[in-house]
């Protein structure tokens, strides 16, 4: 008899997870249908998105890894013989054990992604196994604003955008029109239908511009000069909040020394934004308690300016006030669930160790580690380590290549496809194919499972338990519980690192036989059950506001900011001791050439994709089945190019070909899609996939030399390129 039922689970296509129904037909998802009961919790969200909908073929695509693979052939070659678990658990387990004595536990290198996945227990792996290198997305990705805002207010915030406390909203450097398609989308789509002034910063009119009120098409990178520029306006006006600068804020005076030379004028020269621009966004922003200040990838991905980005915007909120007050944002919570920082065992990774970590960034290494820690501690709060101490990824690649300066031997990949998603695909490709062993964890064919030893199936959406917890920085958690066994021979990921951990020594370590045990450990200090909170799909309490006020009781005294001053470093002493520049300072940006006149940007989101994923499935495919490069009209005619003309983008490090697409933007920008590859060519050498005809991390690099001395922030946006038409 056909067994049918209905089963409470989760998307996982974005970082969002929003709910879903899932019909269960005999152990197989026969249809999924959005749940608003569930997290994000509004039944409008799903219905522009396209993915959820893939869902149930996402199980069954004939491209899809069902089985553990091991390399037969040459290395690239598609050749493929199915093994069992067991034995690739054992061969791989032996040959890390094997690499380690020879060469030590550095030898092994990580690899991880955006938010599709939980990662604490590669996390937890590798501080057992005693290696330092995972590389992350970090750098170019989340922590930039997340160290910033830590320096500046003691802890992290969350920016709040509500239609109806917010007055007033600026979005810096991010396009949620394309890139979240969900909660903060419709609801900034229901804040600008009241009227209320919206500023967006971004070269491109995207889809967020042409809801403003005002449009800043700064020149790309130059961001963190506008910033000083409009902190400059609201210093001249005094539109900042006497009040709470007087009392709560460290350095205004020198704060305000220092923007002086940033006058509308000047901002004017550097970033191609009309002064009167520049002092009509600060009077509207400062005018229009509580704002918001919401900012994305497009200053994360700025070399050094990102810093000083990032610090400008922290300063620009706390000096007007919308700094913990509702409608502008908060200073989140530690979580009441166990925190990822516990859950890596950061704290049992050893110094030796935590000495090999490649390149000496002050603040994103495990000196600036402890250093901010000390401070967020005075409040009880510590963020998660491995994330905010991962390698320098330029670093690794190199250490592959060269032995120097110590050699990395062997590299495991979860939930990323770094060929496509780092920079610097030449320099990557050759060091992959340097390795002695390169095991990629994976639901589909990419083009770095192509070049691995072995492939392992993983178990993907609607069939493994999911647990977003923002990596502990907040006391929120999202998601719920699978629909499904997993298909074939898929596992969760967590199996494979539990797998080879006991294989490796680390059996005291990984006491929870599954990954729904694991994260059901991990909320038992909330006093919920796995299944209390795969019924809610959310675990949080409302936020608390202008908790620097509240008195501490022993103290008497009000809590303030877990800084050193105990107030909001606009000045900021520990920066300058750890050799930056304590107030905000602009950094050159790549200068153009008569040879590379242009200004390039990589990665702006666009729909139906993420990243690199997604271009398997033909529904989705056929909304947008060609990578594009946006130019001004403008700058089309000055080049002689059309709109649908296939052109050449190159840059110093390499050359990838789009369809032209004339849109509206500043002139003098270029703007490539990334993540693309081809599915459909073949999955070996010399094509891997289509690698190198459209992918726009041939074109970045990330030199260590270059990058952020502070985090390591690479320069993705801003950089020198020309555009020619491909014959
Ligand atoms: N030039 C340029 N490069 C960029 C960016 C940019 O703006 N410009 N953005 C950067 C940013 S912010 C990010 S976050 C990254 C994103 O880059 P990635 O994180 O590499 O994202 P994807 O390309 O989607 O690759 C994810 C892969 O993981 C697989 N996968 C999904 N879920 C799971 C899982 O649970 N387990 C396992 N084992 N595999 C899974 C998918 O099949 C897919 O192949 O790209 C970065 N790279
Ligand atoms: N469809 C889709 N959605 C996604 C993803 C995806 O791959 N596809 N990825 C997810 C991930 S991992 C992330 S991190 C988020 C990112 O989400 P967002 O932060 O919204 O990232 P983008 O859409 O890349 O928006 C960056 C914007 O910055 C602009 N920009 C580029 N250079 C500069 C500059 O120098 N200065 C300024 N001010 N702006 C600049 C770009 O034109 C672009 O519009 O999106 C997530 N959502
Ligand atoms: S926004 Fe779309 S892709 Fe993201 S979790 Fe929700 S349904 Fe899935
Ligand atoms: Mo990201």
């Not at 796995?530 to 509240?550: N, Q, V």
């Amino acid at each position: 008899m056909t067994q049918e039922k209905l089963v409470k689970t989760n998307c996982r296509f974005c970082g969002y997870q929003c709910g879903l129904t899932a019909t269960v037909t005999d152990g197989r998802v026969t249809a999924v249908e959005p749940d608003p009961t569930q997290y994000p919790g509004d039944a409008g969200i799903q219905r522009g998105c396209r993915r959820w909908r893939v869902a149930p073929e996402f199980l069954d695509h004939p491209q899809r890894i069902n089985y553990p693979l091991k390399r037969v052939g040459e290395r690239g070659s598609g050749q493929w013989q199915r093994i069992t678990w067991d034995q690739a658990l054992d061969e791989i387990a032996a040959k890390l054990a094997t690499l380690k004595e020879r060469h030590g536990p550095e030898m092994l290198a990580t690899c991880i992604g955006g938010p599709h996945a939980v990662f604490w227990p590669l996390h937890r792996f590798m501080n057992l196994f005693g290696s330092p290198n995972n590389v992350g997305i970090g750098q170019i990705c989340w922590n930039p604003a997340t160290w910033v805002n830590a320096l500046t207010y003691g802890w992290t915030i969350e920016n709040e955008l509500d239609p109806e406390k917010t007055a007033c909203a600026m979005f810096w450097g991010t396009n949620p029109a394309e890139s979240d398609n969900s909660l903060l989308w419709r609801t900034l789509v229901r804040f600008s239908q009241t009227g209320k002034p919206l500023i967006v910063v971004d070269p491109r009119r995207t889809r967020t511009a042409e809801l403003a009120t005002l449009w800043l098409p700064v020149r790309p990178g130059t961001d963190a000069v506008l910033a000083l520029g409009l902190i400059n306006v609201i210093v001249a006006e005094r539109l900042y909040d006497e009040t709470f600068v007087d009392r709560w804020c460290n350095g205004f005076a020198r704060l305000a020394e220092h923007v002086a030379r940033y006058t509308p004028a000047y901002v004017e020269s550097v970033t191609g934004i009309k002064a009167e621009t520049v002092v009509a966004a600060a009077r509207l922003y400062a005018g229009n308690a509580p704002a918001t200040l919401i900012s994305g990838r497009g200053i994360d991905q700025i070399g050094a300016n990102s810093f000083a980005t990032q610090r400008g915007l922290a300063i620009m909120r706390a000096i007007t006030g919308n700094l913990d007050t509702p409608g502008a944002s908060h200073i989140t919570d530690m979580p009441d669930f166990i925190p990822e920082i516990d859950l890596e065992l950061s704290d049992r990774f050893p110094a030796e160790a935590r000495q090999k970590r490649l390149g000496s960034l002050a603040l994103q290494s495990y000196p600036g580690y402890e250093r901010v820690r000390r401070l967020t501690m005075r409040h009880g709060r510590r963020l998660p380590m491995r994330y905010l101490t991962s390698a320098q990824p330029n670093l690794v690649w190199r250490a592959m290549l060269t032995g120097e300066p110590y050699p990395i031997r062997s590299l495991i990949v979860m939930a990323t496809n770094p060929l496509l998603t780092q920079a610097d695909s030449r320099l990557i490709y050759d060091a992959l194919k340097s390795l002695d062993l390169l095991v990629v964890l994976e639901m589909f064919p990419t083009p770095t499972t192509m070049l691995a030893d072995y492939v392992l199936p993983s178990a993907g959406a609607l069939e493994r338990p999911l647990l977003e917890t923002k990596a502990g920085t907040a006391n929120l958690a999202y998601g719920g519980a699978k629909a499904v066994e997993p298909y074939y021979e898929r596992r969760p990921d967590y199996d494979f690192w539990r797998g080879i951990g006991l294989r490796l020594g680390q059996e005291n370590d990984w006491p929870w036989q599954s990954f729904e045990a694991a994260l059901a450990a991990s909320m038992e200090p909330t006093g919920w059950t796995w299944d209390d909170f795969c019924r809610e799909g959310l675990y949080t309490l409302p936020p608390e506001y202008r908790k620097h006020e509240h008195i501490d009781p022993q103290t008497g005294q009000p809590a303030g900011f877990a800084t050193a001053s105990g107030k909001v470093e606009l000045y900021c002493g520990l920066v300058a001791e750890l050799g930056g520049d304590p107030l905000p300072v602009p950094q050159p940006t790549p200068a153009t050439s008569e040879e590379y006149p242009l200004s390039l940007i990589t990665g702006a989101r666009f729909q139906p994709y993420f990243a690199s994923s997604f271009r398997q499935f033909a529904s989705l495919r056929s909304a947008h089945p060609e990578p594009w490069a946006e130019v001004s009209v403008a700058t089309a005619r000055r080049l002689g190019l059309e709109d649908g003309c296939r052109v050449w983008v190159e840059t110093e490090r390499g050359r990838a070909s789009f369809t032209l697409r004339i849109a509206r933007m500043g002139d003098g920008v270029v703007s490539v899609e990334y993540g693309w590859w081809y599915p459909e060519m073949a999955a070996a050498e010399p094509s891997i996939g289509g690698l190198w005809a459209a992918n726009a991390n041939t074109l970045t690099n990330a030199d260590y030399e270059t990058s952020d001395p502070m985090i390591g922030t690479a320069t993705y946006n801003g950089l020198p390129c020309r555009v020619s038409r491909a014959e």
